[in-house]
């Protein structure tokens, strides 16, 4: 199954609260951290909620 490398790239200070939660759930916890995840569709809709903090990569 296809994986992705999410990695947040700025930071969730100013944004509203349900947006630093869904970067935690993600297993984010500070600017540049990486981490690759299942590609399901609970975590695509997480990284959406998301988008605007973080790059997403496909990775085999």
Known sequence: MAKL???QTKSGIGYKQNQKDTL????LKRMHDTVVQEDRPEI???VQ???????V???D
């Open 44 to 46: 695509r809709g997480m």
């Open 49 to 55: 909620t998301v988008t605007h903090l973080v790059t």
């Open 5 to 7: 490398k999410i990695t």
């Open 24 to 27: 935690r759930s993600l297993g």
């Open 57 to 59: 990569e496909e990775v």
